[in-house]
């Protein structure tokens, strides 16, 4: 058996390997004339950009290095002390937690802004020279009477609070909340402003159409022969009259209730003509409750 280092099939050699050939399968040919493709594999192409140095992705390399700056950046110096502090600056509202780079909506943060009563039902009323009580004197006991004729079905714990009087144009009014127990408070549910008349006025009620009507027992339509009225607004009365058809007809009356937001309720009870709101008393509402009742006392005092 012979080896690679029999002499016999190899020839003198000094056994190191020198004289070793890849072979010819593998494209090892000793001669000149054809290139041995082994070799040529550990040489770069020549159009290989990266001839002459190791290859690596193109956009690998980071740009040049700046030289080093003679001084600190004059943007990076810090501000002058100021003379006083300044007002801190309201947080800002983000949607989404605090990791998220979304502004909230201007629009939907004024929804969400406090818009309640910020100079005071009681503030404007003493201003106005009107006069103020809790609900608890003598001439306010008739305003439970009021409340329990209202047509949005108060219950007995309901009581008339913060009653404000004064003159409001041609008329005299009371303004209250209508107020009922939680724990050891109350919260005012309702807003009421009422006009004292010396006449006889029927028993009516007049509400949006799209309020759910009870206690009507009793009670007849009125039409004001005006489809856009009679669709959106809703005359009810104990009898049908001269002064609920004056007051069914009137085109003040139709054109305050045909601007309004249909919010609003009234109804003649213990002497008084009165409107309801779902809401707590505030100037701008007392002076929108006197605008309407003005027209409403108006049109049924025109009928005489």
Wanted: charged residues 25%; without cysteine; aromatic residues 8%.
């Amino acid at each position: 058996m012979s080896t690679p280092r029999d002499p016999d099939d190899f020839g003198d050699s000094p056994g190191d390997g020198s004289e070793w050939r890849e072979p010819s399968h593998l494209g090892g040919n000793d001669s000149e004339d054809e290139p041995n493709f082994a070799d040529r594999r550990r040489q770069p192409r020549d159009d290989d950009s990266t001839a002459g140095g190791a290859w690596q992705p193109a956009g690998w390399d980071l740009p040049a290095a700046t030289p080093e700056r003679s001084g600190v950046d004059p943007a990076w110096d810090a501000p002058p002390p100021a003379t006083s502090a300044p007002a801190p600056e309201a947080p800002e509202h983000r949607w989404g937690g605090p990791f998220s780079g979304r502004q909230r909506d201007p629009e939907m943060a004024r929804a969400f802004t406090y818009g309640g009563d910020l100079v005071g039902a009681q503030h404007w009323a003493l201003q106005h020279g009107w006069t103020v009580s809790d609900g608890s004197a003598p001439e306010d006991a008739v305003l439970q009477e009021l409340v329990a004729s209202a047509p949005v079905r108060p219950s007995k714990e309901h009581r008339p609070a913060s009653v404000l009087r004064g003159r409001a144009g041609p008329l005299e009014l009371v303004a209250f909340d209508v107020v009922y127990p939680t724990g050891r408070s109350f919260v005012a549910q309702y807003a009421v402003t009422a006009a004292p008349v010396l006449g006889t006025v029927p028993r009516f009620r007049l509400a949006p159409a799209r309020f759910w009507k009870h206690g009507t027992g009793g009670l007849v339509p009125i039409a004001s022969g005006d489809d856009a009225f009679d669709g959106r607004w809703q005359l009810l009365a104990a009898e049908d009259g001269a002064q609920v058809r004056r007051l069914a007809g009137d085109p003040t009356v139709q054109g305050l209730l045909l601007g309004s937001d249909d919010g609003d309720e009234f109804w003649s009870a213990a002497g008084h003509v009165a409107a309801i709101r779902l809401d707590g008393h505030r100037p701008q509402l007392i002076e929108h409750h006197a605008r309407l009742l003005a027209a409403v006392v108006g049109a049924l005092a025109a009928a005489y």
